[in-house]
Structures are given as C-alpha cells and as structure tokens.
C-alpha cells in the first residue's frame, strides 16, 4: 500500500532533550516536506526536500533540523526542543518538486514540550 | 507568512445543503488544490485547478478558480455527516520556488 509512515504518533518529552521524528514513504517520491499545524494557523512548511541531499528551508525553519540521505527517509529532528514547538507534525511527499501537485501526507505526530 | 486564507472558519450546516467554501490567496500561482483533514489525521487531497482552468468538478465537489481576484470556491453539493471536516486551500506559488502554501482552513460540520 503506498503511504507515507511518520513515528511515533504521540511524544511527549522535556525542554532541551533532543528528538527525531522520523518519515518513510514507500512511493519513490522526490519531494518529502515537513509541516506542523497550530489552532488557527493552519499548515506552516519546516523544511523540504526536492531530492537526496537537497533540502531547504521552508517559512518556520527555526529550530529543527533535516537530512536526506536516502530517498525514502526525511526525518526531522529537534535539537532542543523548546515549549512552543508543542504542535501537530505531517511529513508529506509528492512524485516530483516539479508536480508538487498532490501531496501525500503522514498520520501525523502529536508532539508536547513539558 | 499565509498565502490562503478560508472563509468561513467555520460553517455548519443541515444533510443534504450545499456547502461553500472560499479561499483567497495573495500571488501568482501555478495552480490551487483542496485537502480534507479529519480530525487531527492527515490531510487527503480532494482536488486541484491549474491557473489556466476556471472550473472543474470531482463527484459532488465543484471547485472554481478566478485568478483576477486571486480566489478560489469549494462547492461540496448534497452533503451528508461524512463530509464533516475541516477543508484547506494550498496553493503552489509561481515565484520559481518549491513550496505548497496551506490556508487556517474550514472547518465543515454537517448535522444528520
């Protein structure tokens, strides 16, 4: 079944201990992108990537970080994670960064910063 | 920054009604789609319109584009409890970059 795979579901952690998201799809997309969701604010892109060892930043980038060393994983990463980056996360992958024109989206991370 | 923005916020209404969402964004785009999100869960990609169409239609969705007034309706005809959800506009900014820009969205109830 083509999916993208975000885990874990639910985290809860402390200011300052550092934590991977991690996001797999099995659709040989080119593009992966990070996103998370506040009341009222909708979806705010982290990071993308258009392919392996490509990324770049997206509107909300502070504070996180990405890799892509191989096609099928973007996982993100806090290095010190902080109260306000307590939200809802969704890794999405589309075919190619030249058809971002349906992206395929994760279940989602429930993330909360004590 | 947001490119689209959904209006209403919230809308609710009786099954079997029409329901319009309508979305407005604030550049050039190569095209505007329309994911659902249930609950908290992922979104799912209902339908998208390039900049060069006015209209297309997807089962009971209808979604027109009117790129002069940088806006965008999502029709959902003969709505039924199921399509209780919010709604999001994403647009894809005609400005050489690689973002998918999403909206605060609607949120639909539909009351059985």
């Known amino acids: 079944e083509a999916q993208v795979t975000q885990n874990p579901r639910y985290l809860i952690t402390v200011t300052g201990k550092k934590l991977t998201v991690t996001c797999s799809q099995n659709?040989?997309?080119?593009?992966m992108s990070w996103y998370r969701q506040d009341p009222g604010l909708g979806l705010r892109q982290i990071y993308y990537?258009?392919?392996?060892?490509?990324?770049d930043k997206g509107d909300v980038p502070e504070g996180y970080k990405v890799s892509r060393k191989e096609k099928r994983n973007f996982p993100l990463i806090l290095e010190s994670p902080s109260p306000n980056q307590t939200s809802l996360y969704f890794c999405a992958s589309s075919l190619s960064q030249g058809a971002r024109e349906k992206l395929f989206f994760g279940s989602g991370t429930q993330l909360s910063v004590l | 920054s947001q490119q689209g923005e959904e209006d209403p916020q919230a809308l609710s209404i009786q099954e079997g009604e029409n329901a319009t969402m309508n979305c407005s964004y604030k550049t050039s785009i190569n095209n505007l789609q329309w994911y659902r999100q249930n609950s908290g869960r992922g979104l799912v990609h209902l339908i998208l319109?390039?900049?060069?169409?006015r209209e297309k239609h997807s089962g009971r969705l209808r979604v027109t584009l009117d790129t002069s007034k940088k806006s965008s309706s999502l029709l959902i005809t003969a709505s039924r409890a199921a399509d209780t959800a919010s709604y999001f506009c994403a647009t894809d900014p005609d400005t050489g970059g690689f973002k998918t820009i999403f909206g605060a969205g609607t949120r639909l109830f539909v009351k059985a």
């Open positions: 990537s258009m392919n392996v060892e490509v990324t």
């Open positions: 659709m040989n997309h080119e593009y």
């Open positions: 319109i390039r900049s060069n169409e």
